[in-house]
């Protein structure tokens, strides 16, 4: 009976057919897919801020303020430190002898090297503990970091502020780094990693001497790059990119990260257009350029998190 | 080992057990332990401080003094916090529903075989990697009510110029817009994932059986996406309910108070009037809100036989 079903429906299938015969009409009245006619406007309003981001950098100041606004600058212009008469600082030149944007993006290297480090080694290790180690507390110690996943930054804006404070991190970059030394994240991330990994090379490796380290450093860790570039990538774009934590614990401008800097250029520089757009691109550029070389390891870190919030 | 020890050697088969077991508890937490202290010390603690803290009348220089719970009292009658509940609700209620509804359609399209498929997913996920700061420089530029390209762009088409994010009116909306630029990168790629997850076979059976694409989408692709809908749901509305970074690089409150956000609302308590006791307070209760939003979805998934969690 099922055969006879399944050779009756092949007799009289439309769908395939008519598909057959309506697809060159469709594809005469229109000569490209309809998707993108979603797709392009969608893919230009994504990409269009961040191309006229690059374009203004090199514009002039009076370019830039007027109506209607021009998209391409007339000449690439560097700007100028500005400081003689009524003439301000603008574009690169002004970013870079004006304000110690140059001091900043080396906090943020710093801050962004020290979470980079610390994560994978912290968060590997941890992760091999959960995963196969068997030791007292272990399920209590796992059940805790299950459970602050669900604890809000702003709950924690006051005391780790306060914390901060006694131990003398206001105003230093450890306040910048210090909350991303690890995370609950990485720590589960990890653990899923070696979970999905075969004992047998691990046992093959004790019995023939390996002690606990030697296993996790030389057989387990070579094995991890995949998972260790997705932590890498997300700890990266984290540091780097937050805001929260130096917003609330520095004041002192030579401690500023890039983006605690460029924050408060609101403050100070509001209408420097082109000093300001060239702070976006110098801030933006290194992610950027990452992200096109190494997208598939981004965009595995994408489905991992939203991050962004 | 201790099944055959008989009474002369019980006791060093006990020490070295005892001691086996001493050696196994300091590897795993000398693996576990650094991660964990500074996971628990940075998000379980600070959040057990907040309650206290909650509890009390602080400005973080003088002694604290104990109140009771009338620092949630006095959350009952704050105009200005019900102003920022009803900000955030909107945000809310605009920002989930599109950024699922925008991250769906287009995680479909880039589904599609078709030509610069890959071009338009980068353009689409490269905001990704902007930071918030980055993000509020370009929205102020982009939508200037003065030289923005956006008014350019409206009076092209012969729509008045708008004062966006400078109108109490229009800035929730700009700043839903903005939102959805940095996140819907985020929606679309667990879409994507969880579209292409999707068996083969259950679309080809039920295109065998006589459906057309319109059925198959509705009646194979809906329900096999519901998982995945609920989880973003979700996320999306934790982020939504937490908005910060945006509305500080961006309009820090402002117009006259019209994009003060809950979370805004707790930073302006503890930084600028320094009531670290009801800026506590203000964050348990938006703590507890969300988690009884965030439970009601699961239920009502869970309710309508989807597991999402």
Redesign the interface.
């Known amino acids: 009976m099922a055969v006879d079903r399944r050779v009756a429906v092949r007799d009289d299938a439309p769908g395939p057919v008519e598909r057959a015969t309506t697809n060159p009409v469709r594809r005469r009245r229109l000569p490209f897919s309809p998707w993108h006619l979603l797709l392009a406007p969608m893919a230009l309003a994504f990409v269009f801020p961040l191309v006229q981001m690059v374009l203004t950098s090199f514009m002039d100041d009076s370019e830039i303020n007027r109506f209607p606004p021009r998209f391409l600058p007339r000449s690439i212009d560097l700007g100028s430190a500005g400081g003689r008469g009524q003439e301000r600082a603008s574009g690169y030149v002004g970013l870079l002898t004006q304000t110690p944007v140059l001091h900043w993006l080396l906090n943020s290297t710093l801050v962004a090297t020290v979470a980079v480090v610390s994560h994978l080694a912290l968060c590997s290790l941890a992760g091999y503990g959960f995963a196969r180690l068997r030791f007292h507390g272990r399920q209590v110690g796992f059940f805790l970091l299950l459970s602050t996943v669900m604890i809000p930054t702003q709950l924690l804006l006051v005391p780790t502020y306060v914390l901060f404070a006694r131990l003398g991190f206001v105003d230093t970059l450890a306040a910048a780094f210090v909350p991303w030394l690890a995370s609950a994240f990485g720590i589960f991330l990890m653990r899923q990693f070696f979970l999905s990994l075969p004992t047998e090379l691990e046992d093959a490796a004790r019995i023939d001497g390996c002690s606990t380290f030697g296993v996790f450093w030389r057989i387990v860790l070579p094995l991890a790059r995949p998972a260790l570039a997705t932590l890498a990538i997300f700890t990266l774009l984290g540091s780097w990119n937050d805001l929260v934590w130096p917003l609330v614990a520095i004041n002192d401008e030579s401690s500023y990260t890039i983006q605690l800097g460029l924050a408060n250029f609101q403050g100070t520089r509001r209408t420097q257009w082109s000093l300001l757009m060239s702070g976006n691109v110098v801030a933006t550029m290194p992610l950027i350029l990452a992200f096109l070389f190494a997208q598939r390891q981004f965009v595995a870190t994408m489905t991992f998190s939203g991050l962004k919030g | 080992m201790t099944v055959f020890a008989s009474s002369a050697p019980v006791r060093p088969a006990r020490t070295t057990r005892v001691r086996r077991?001493l050696v196994?508890?300091l590897?795993?937490?000398?693996?576990?332990?650094?991660?964990?202290f500074?996971?628990?010390g940075?998000?379980?603690?600070?959040?057990l401080?907040?309650l206290r803290?909650s509890r009390q009348k602080w400005n973080?220089i003088a002694p604290p003094k104990p109140l009771g719970w009338t620092n949630y009292q006095l959350m009952a009658s704050d105009p200005d916090l019900f102003s920022a509940v009803r900000h955030t609700v909107v945000l809310t209620a605009l920002f989930v529903p599109l950024s699922l509804l925008l991250g769906l359609?287009?995680a479909i399209?880039?589904n599609?075989p078709?030509?610069?498929?890959g071009?338009?997913r980068?353009?689409?996920?490269?905001?990704?990697?902007?930071?918030?700061?980055?993000t509020?420089?370009?929205?102020?530029?982009?939508f200037n009510p003065?030289?923005?390209?956006v008014?350019?762009g409206l009076?092209s088409v012969g729509v008045a110029p708008q004062q966006f994010l400078e109108s109490p009116s229009q800035v929730l909306l700009v700043l839903v817009l903005v939102s959805l630029?940095?996140?819907?990168?985020?929606t679309v790629?667990?879409y994507l994932?969880a579209l292409q997850d999707i068996p083969r076979e259950l679309t080809e059976a039920a295109?065998?059986?006589?459906a057309?694409r319109r059925q198959v989408f509705r009646y194979v692709t809906v329900p096999q996406l519901r998982p995945v809908t609920v989880f973003t749901a979700v996320?999306?509305t934790?982020?939504a309910l937490?908005?910060?970074?945006i509305i500080?690089?961006t309009t820090r409150g402002g117009p006259l108070g019209a994009s003060q956000t809950?979370?805004y609302y707790?930073?302006y308590q503890?930084?600028e009037l320094q009531r670290?006791g009801y800026?506590?307070a203000v964050?348990?209760g938006?703590?507890a809100v969300?988690?009884l939003i965030t439970l009601g979805m699961v239920v009502y998934a869970r309710r309508r036989g989807t597991e999402a969690f």
């Open positions: 077991r196994g508890d590897t795993g937490w000398g693996f576990a332990g650094p991660a964990t500074v996971v628990l940075l998000s379980v603690f600070p959040a401080w907040a803290i973080g359609l287009i399209a880039l599609q078709i030509r610069f498929a071009f338009y980068t353009c689409i996920f490269v905001p990704f990697v902007v930071s918030a700061a980055v509020g420089i370009l929205a102020t530029f982009v003065q030289f923005g390209i008014n350019a009076r630029w940095g996140s819907v990168g985020f790629v667990v994932a295109l065998v059986d006589g057309n996320w999306q934790i982020t937490q908005l910060f970074d500080y690089t809950v979370v707790v930073y503890f930084r670290y800026a506590s964050s348990y938006l703590f969300t988690m």
